[in-house]
């Protein structure tokens, strides 16, 4: 979570970075929050509907999509969004879609 906060204050301009928390009460989101100091945008995913449509099933995830809002890559666990393989995920996300 720290490097996806990072990564998204650092191209706050052009990425969105959301959280979706999966089946927690609003209470344990916000405590959670308080505590980790997260700053990200939480949306609860109560029932795992997100979840199943996207194919989560290992936690943490992280789902890629991009400008046309279509899921492009998964990454199961934690990974340096700063670092080279990170960057190799999300970078191209940001280039305008091309025309068909």
């Not at 992280?62 to 890559?73: F, K, S, W």
């Not at 998964?74 to 091309?98: C, F, H, I, K, N």
Request: hydrophobic residues 45%; aromatic residues 4%; glycine residues 8%.
């Amino acid at each position: 979570m720290p490097a996806l906060q990072a990564l998204a204050a650092r191209e706050q301009a052009q990425l969105a970075v959301l959280t979706i928390n999966l089946k927690e009460s609003p209470e344990a989101i916000a405590r959670f929050v308080h505590i980790s100091g997260l700053s990200l945008p939480v949306l609860r995913d109560p029932q795992g509907d997100t979840a199943r449509a996207w194919g989560v099933r290992i936690y943490p995830s992280t789902v890629l999509i991009d400008r046309e809002g279509v899921p492009r890559a998964t990454v199961r666990g934690a990974l340096d969004w700063a670092g080279p393989e990170g960057e190799a995920l999300w970078r191209p996300l940001l280039q305008p879609a091309r025309k068909r």
